[in-house]
């Protein structure tokens, strides 16, 4: 797709193929051209989130580690001095590798993207000794400043859904449980939408206001996970009070949109005692430092 016209009657779009270039027609349009953002990039402008403004580097391997059992299949984090490593089995033997580093750990280092993953590997054991013997079977990719919100997600007859909406980082792996999500909550307003004739921006406002409030604990979550009083906690759970089942429900989508009463309070309570940690920390002469700005 090349360009999108937006007139009183509808959405003409030009595209072009193998065949050559052409124009469809259509009443409305759904932007879910990902982290393209197709719409928002021509017609608004793409945020990066304040303090997530991190560098990724990732590859896949064979003959990487596995665990037995049912636990083969579970995605593993490891954090580092200079960030942390995801690590994800795939069927058929392939393990995706990734570190996302602070900006400061990346700034003014020399050679390039694969030199710096290697070293990062080389910092973390427990990577190091995953991928030991294994074979690296892709070229090492980068990304940087990848956490971003669109504005406008929505508009007379159009409306992004998924990562054309925002990117709230990938930690938790949250990305296809919002696209999906974020499509079935348009959906609705777009059914309703066809069935008054009225395609206008002001329509979809409700649908947006859903999907920022749906990601809003998720970010809650990502900002503090690089605040050490926060990963005492998070890192050794206790199923006390409901916070243990609130936590993972959030983490699971459980609270997108709406988050139940008894949920918000259970985790007010596990934010409660991330604070009391910190001036623990601090009595006991230990780092308080946020790397979020790192």
């Known amino acids: 797709m090349e360009s999108l016209a937006f007139d009183g009657d509808g959405v003409t779009a030009r595209i072009a193929s193998e065949e050559g270039a052409g124009e469809l027609r259509a009443r409305f349009t759904v932007d879910a051209t990902g982290r393209d953002a197709f ?152 059914v309703r939408a066809f069935r008054d004739d009225r395609f206008e921006a002001a329509r979809f406002a409700r649908y947006e206001r859903r999907v920022r409030k749906g990601v809003r604990p998720l970010l809650r979550f990502i900002r503090n996970y690089y605040d050490p009083a926060f990963l005492d906690v998070f890192l050794t759970p206790r199923p006390m009070l409901g916070m243990l089942d609130s936590v993972t429900g959030v983490l699971a989508g459980g609270t997108f949109p709406t988050m139940p009463l008894k949920t918000r309070l259970s985790l007010e309570l596990f934010f409660t005692i991330v604070r009391a940690n910190r001036w623990r920390r601090r009595y006991d002469g230990r780092s308080v430092e946020s790397r979020l700005e790192w």
């Open 39 to 190: 719409t928002a990039s021509r017609r608004g402008v793409r945020r990066p989130l304040p303090g997530l403004g991190k560098v990724a580097l990732y590859a896949h391997y064979r003959g990487a580690r596995r665990w037995p059992g049912r636990d083969e299949g579970n995605i593993r984090i490891y954090l580092f001095d200079g960030g942390w490593f995801w690590w994800i089995p795939f069927a058929g033997d392939v393990t995706s590798v990734g570190c996302v580093l602070h900006a400061r750990t990346a700034r003014g280092r020399e050679g390039s993207v694969t030199d710096l993953f290697e070293a990062m590997v080389e910092r973390c054991e427990r990577v190091r000794e995953g991928v030991a013997g294994a074979r690296r079977v892709t070229p090492v990719h980068s990304a940087a400043n990848f956490s971003y919100s669109t504005s406008p997600a929505v508009g007379d007859r159009f409306v992004s859904v998924g990562d054309a909406v925002t990117f709230v980082y990938p930690i938790f792996s949250s990305g296809v449980f919002v696209a999906m999500r974020s499509a079935e909550l348009a959906a609705e307003e777009i």
